[in-house]
């Protein structure tokens, strides 16, 4: 069999069967070369944004048919540039098993592509039809001791279920097979907001079962030493005794349990995204959307085949916006995604599963918190969604327009922030930040400390830690360390409890200090293997000789005052709680003891200097205050703080390197009255009034206000 190619107007003959044929050999080296350009070509030919996109998620379905061509003449008035679609809509592309319609979608996406607005579309996996449920019952989820998931609410699935992924692939090749080349589409959703929650069919714990199996080869004897699974006489002799979650006990045999959910649920990602890979266009992008809650998914992996993350992000406003956990999600997916993240929802209106959390946004709040999100690197801002719905548990959960359909408040500031977003958007796209300061967050020890709790409060606290460096207009990224230890870009680490880790994260800590990194850590930090179990030796383990200090002993405590003579000036109140190590110091330096008669014989915080760095340890639960001046404390001996760092909350500074590599500045007012500052960076103009902007000017920025400025 011959085949004939024309490269660069020269032809080459392919036989086939002859293997050793030199127009084989020469050929066989251009499409080699081919490969790779088309490769890097189509890395390269991604979609692209040259602009900022701006708009919501769009149910068409949910709503009249008439209302498609006002919904348009709506959006195009106000400036949408991009909606998200068709993720929640099985049951309409398949009302019946087998039976397909997209006649529906096809009139929604043909009207958008001819008034220029772009979409997103998802495949419809989270929310199975009715006639799933009904004629295949094994595809629902089944919880421990007996739970099990019904009909009537989305995401009550077993995920890995062979039965409902025989579905799953066929709808989504059924919808590349359509839409892959429509025009207006430039990105596909994969799934949406996916966890595990609970999912603990039989099936599902054989694949544990397995999984377990594989990581220990197989070895029943390693497995009984590393979990301590002679403890209470729990240890087993063939696989087949390998016990169901409904009654574990074990730590080591939960936190893996997590550790399969999150593996799990980055397959099911994955899996999409090769079957959406194998038709979509190479200028198009797969995205999936994220929840800032990040413990139950393991972001680094489910990114892997994607080119944007998104995320959903829900936060207060009125009196209480704050900014925080929008750059609080944002500080995680642009660590996760090495640049710019999606927003895919945020809030519009009120939002909530009933009536009681309605909270629409102040005048000029929605505007801000558009720009809040771009300061921290996202490209796009959609809101859920564009109308209010009449009926369904989301009622309440408010969109751009209100159950009357009718332009409103929401709708006129969206309409002045698209239309500056149209005039400053190229200047404000694809933001790069370099960051000096790193949260090292690990999955891990979240899980383990909800599992071994040591107190009521938050066990992990890490939204505490992010608002400590937020509030000082301290700028950080939040690196996933079960994931990812290369942390030689960063000056300072901020550590959460790190109570489970493997040797090599704790020695690649303890490298850090020593080659000159400033570190704040947190109590119980190496107190455990990557097991669960707790490490045969002096605490803090591996990190003895970078924090120069061990401890035996631990309590429960009181909310405690500090004795007068520390030198973090801190005489007043009880910044110390829950959780007290008894730290005997070996070549650290005592900061801070308990104004107690027994447990102030140990300091509780403690600085440490290691080969060229310095390690700071709290050994107990910090007030808000207190994380601030240790914070603090470390950010001037790494040398970080700037002008820009003598404000605080509610003036927050936010910079990064825009496309132009001209250096960019946002400065918030995220309070009810007007502030004045001095501009703390060079020379710049101001994106929105056009003027200069000089190093020390003066400016008064109004309540819920931004101003943006782009160095000259």
Not at 3 to 14: M, P, Q, T, Y
Not at 354 to 359: D, E, F, H, L
Not at 496 to 504: C, G, I, K, R, S
Not at 507 to 534: P, T, W
């Amino acid at each position: 069999m011959k085949r004939i190619l024309v490269i660069a107007g020269k032809s080459f003959v392919w036989t086939k069967t002859s293997k050793n044929n030199k127009n084989n050999k020469v050929m066989s080296k251009y499409i080699l070369l081919l490969s790779m350009f088309f490769t890097v070509l189509s890395i390269h030919a991604q979609y692209q944004f040259d602009n900022v996109l701006y708009g919501a998620a769009y149910y068409h379905e949910y709503m009249p048919s008439e209302r498609l061509d006002e919904d348009i003449r709506m959006m195009k008035d106000a400036g949408l540039t991009v909606v998200r679609m068709g993720e929640s809509t099985w049951a309409l592309f398949e009302p019946q098993e087998g039976v397909f319609e997209f006649a529906w979608m096809d009139r929604i996406l043909n009207k958008m592509q001819a008034a220029g607005i772009k979409v997103i579309l998802g495949t419809p996996t989270y929310s199975i039809p009715a006639w799933m449920a009904h004629s295949y019952p094994e595809v629902l989820a089944e919880y421990t001791k007996g739970g099990k998931a019904y009909y009537g609410i989305r995401q009550n699935m077993d995920f890995t279920n062979p039965t409902y992924r025989f579905f799953c692939e066929r709808i989504i090749r059924k919808l590349m097979e359509r839409y892959a080349k429509h025009p207006a589409i430039i990105g596909y959703q994969v799934d949406n907001e996916v966890e595990a929650r609970g999912v603990n069919n039989h099936d599902y714990f054989v694949g544990f079962r397995n999984y377990i199996k594989n990581k220990f080869h197989g070895d029943l004897q390693l497995l009984t030493k590393e979990w301590g699974m002679n403890y209470w006489g729990m240890n087993i002799h063939t696989w087949e005794e390998f016990y169901q979650r409904d009654g574990v006990t074990n730590p080591s045999y939960k936190n893996e349990w997590e550790r399969y959910n999150r593996k799990c649920l980055a397959d099911f990602l994955n899996w999409q995204c090769d079957i959406v890979n194998e038709y979509k266009t190479s200028n198009q992008f797969v995205t999936h959307c994220f929840m800032p809650y990040f413990h139950n998914i393991d972001q680094v992996e489910s990114f892997r085949q994607m080119e944007y993350p998104a995320i959903n992000i829900y936060h207060d406003v009125q009196d209480n916006q704050n900014g925080q956990w929008i750059a609080y999600a944002g500080d995680y997916m642009r660590t996760v995604a090495k640049g710019n993240y999606l927003v895919t929802e945020t809030n519009a209106q009120g939002t909530g599963w009933n009536s009681r959390g309605q909270y629409p946004p102040y005048d000029g709040q929605l505007r801000q918190n558009v720009y809040s999100h771009l300061a921290s690197g996202s490209n796009m801002v959609e809101y859920w969604h564009w109308h209010s719905l009449h009926y369904g548990q989301e009622t309440y959960w408010r969109g751009v327009l209100g159950q009357d359909l009718q332009p409103n408040r929401i709708y006129r500031e969206f309409s002045v922030t698209a239309k500056e977003l149209k005039t400053i958007g190229k200047q404000l796209v694809n933001l790069k930040k370099e960051n000096k300061v790193a949260i090292l967050y690990s999955h891990d020890s979240y899980h383990a400390l909800n599992i071994m709790p040591y107190t009521s409060k938050t066990q992990y606290p890490v939204e505490m830690i992010h608002n400590a460096l937020y509030r000082q207009n301290i700028e950080t990224d939040i690196v996933p360390c079960d994931q990812w230890t290369d942390f030689s870009q960063y000056k300072l680490l901020v550590i959460p409890p790190l109570y489970v880790a493997t040797d090599e994260l704790l020695l690649k800590i303890d490298r850090f200090v020593n080659d000159g990194g400033q570190v704040v850590m947190l109590f119980k930090s190496g107190y455990c293997n990557e097991h669960s179990a707790v490490r045969a030796m002096l605490a803090p383990g591996l990190l003895r000789q970078a924090c120069g200090f061990y401890y035996q002993e631990y309590s429960t405590i009181p909310a405690l005052p500090l004795k007068k003579d520390n030198p973090l000036n801190l005489n007043d109140g009880k910044p110390i709680s829950e959780w007290y190590e008894f730290l005997i110091t070996e070549t650290a330096k005592p900061l801070a003891y308990a104004d107690h008669p027994f447990f102030g014989q140990w300091p509780v915080i403690t600085e440490n200097a290691y080969g060229k760095g310095n390690l700071f340890y709290i050994g107990t639960y910090p007030s808000d205050e207190l994380m601030e001046k240790i914070i603090r404390l470390a950010a001037e001996k790494a040398g970080i703080l700037t002008e820009q760092n003598e404000y605080r909350f509610p003036l927050i500074f936010r910079s990064g390197k825009n496309q132009s590599g001209k250096q960019l500045h946002y400065v918030f007012n995220y309070s009810a009255e007007n502030k004045v500052f001095n501009y703390p960076f060079a020379p710049g103009k101001e994106l929105f009034s056009k003027e200069k902007t000089d190093k020390g000017k003066s400016i008064s920025l109004k309540a819920w206000d931004v101003v943006i400025v782009e160095d000259l």
